[in-house]
């Protein structure tokens, strides 16, 4: 005789209250149609309780920066795969660096990830366009993740590690400009990015643009260890001034200060590395103040 499979979560009595928590889900597709449709059908779920959509990797971090610290985590991210900047991809690996990862599933239109998917511990990879039925069961997917989940209970507490370093250094670096006749002094943690003007630079800061008589090479070495970094042959960025990544037209730009700079293909690859790295440093991993 053949029994039909059960579903510990779903039929044992005992762990049942897992589901009493309603899910907060968090899509994310550079498509606004296709983010539109995924959430709309993602909020007529009734175990969800939340479902919320951005555009682009680096707009969800700051999504689940700000879900963490209000103390209403994200349970699950329904990811697409190819997005300009940080791809789906590099986010789900930046995503398993957290204490407690929220679920994550992969929404894609391309079948050639899922092996490299599943290595990485994703609850379900789906194909657009989605059928509801499909949907519906990742959903059933994420509800089991969290279930287990909260069944594990919380690790004791433990010291927190040193912090890492500043991105600026604490000996702020004192820069003179001349404007005017009138010599100012600029904190080099003023400065959002630089543009090279043949022997000179051009620095960009909140307070206007100011000129000093260095070539970007230059300022490309000694600002190093403050986080500056070459992302053109005329362009010096501040990394923690970087507001967003964008692909247009197979050309990658960074938003820095309101600004769209273009990034070389030269520097593409270690300015993306370079992000992922800071934001594994600066958002808070699941339980931290």
């Not at 007529?44 to 610290?69: F, I, N, Q, Y």
Request: with cysteine; charged share 25%; net charge neutral.
């Amino acid at each position: 005789m053949t029994h039909a499979a059960h579903c510990p979560i779903c039929e044992r009595q005992g762990r049942r209250s897992a589901f009493d928590h309603a899910l907060r889900i968090l899509a994310v597709d550079d498509e606004v149609p296709v983010l539109e449709e995924l959430v709309y059908l993602l909020r007529a779920d009734p175990r969800v309780a939340a479902a919320e959509g951005v555009t682009d990797a680096t707009a969800a971090l700051r999504h689940l920066h700000r879900a963490l610290d209000s103390g209403r985590p994200i349970d699950a991210v329904f990811l697409d795969l190819r997005m300009p900047g940080l791809n789906g991809m590099d986010m789900a690996r930046l995503l398993a660096q957290f204490a407690r990862p929220p679920a994550i599933v992969f929404v894609t239109a391309y079948n050639d990830s899922a092996v490299e998917a599943f290595e990485l511990k994703v609850v379900d990879y789906l194909l657009k366009p989605v059928r509801p039925e499909r949907l519906t069961e990742a959903v059933h997917r994420v509800a089991h993740a969290s279930g287990e989940s909260a069944l594990v209970p919380e690790p004791p507490p433990v010291e927190a590690p040193s912090p890492p370093s500043p991105v600026v250094p604490a000996d702020d670096e004192t820069i003179p400009v001349e404007l005017a006749g009138v010599t100012r002094f600029l904190r080099l943690s003023e400065v959002r990015f630089v543009i090279a003007e043949g022997d000179y630079a051009r620095l960009h800061t909140a307070k206007g643009s100011f000129l000093v008589r260095s070539p970007l090479t230059s300022l490309e070495e000694r600002w190093r260890q403050a986080g500056f970094v070459r992302i053109h042959r005329s362009h010096l960025v501040a990394l923690h001034h970087v507001e967003q990544l964008h692909m247009h037209g197979g050309q990658l730009t960074v938003r820095v200060d309101g600004e769209n700079l273009a990034v070389s293909r030269r520097h593409a690859r270690q300015l993306r590395d370079l992000l992922i790295r800071q934001a594994k440093i600066g958002l808070p991993r699941d339980g931290a103040q």
